[in-house]
């Protein structure tokens, strides 16, 4: 995992050095391609395909991506019932 900051912020964190996939990529892989599972993942982004020393990383922000973009629909549905 590598980061590039600025002013001591995260801007990007390059999960996949292999296959450079940053943890925005896997972002707008939930978002964008409904990616919800690993194997996914791997499929839409390349991300883990090479070497594997990342997979864990990968996994973790995967699981928060899925739970923060299954938020935000929920909060814009529940939104949507009650307006
Ligand atoms: S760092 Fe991701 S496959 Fe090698």
Same mark, same amino acid.
């Given at each position: 995992?590598?980061?590039?900051?600025? @002013?001591? +912020?995260?801007?990007?964190?390059? /999960?996949?050095?292999?296959?450079?996939?940053?943890? +925005?990529?896997?972002?707008? @892989?939930? $978002?964008?391609?409904? /990616?919800? =599972?690993?194997?996914?993942?791997?499929?839409? =982004?390349?991300? @883990?395909?090479?070497?594997? +020393?990342?997979?864990?990383?990968?996994?973790? /922000?995967?699981? =928060?991506?899925?739970?923060?973009?299954?938020?935000?629909?929920?909060? $814009?549905? $529940?939104?949507?019932?009650?307006?």
């Amino acid at each position: 995992m590598i980061m590039r900051t600025v @002013a001591n +912020k995260v801007l990007i964190m390059i /999960v996949c050095v292999c296959n450079n996939v940053s943890d +925005k990529a896997i972002c707008q @892989a939930v $978002e964008q391609s409904g /990616v919800r =599972t690993f194997i996914q993942l791997q499929r839409v =982004t390349t991300a @883990a395909t090479c070497c594997g +020393k990342c997979s864990s990383c990968a996994k973790q /922000v995967l699981h =928060t991506a899925v739970e923060r973009y299954e938020e935000q629909m929920m909060a $814009e549905l $529940e939104g949507v019932a009650f307006a």
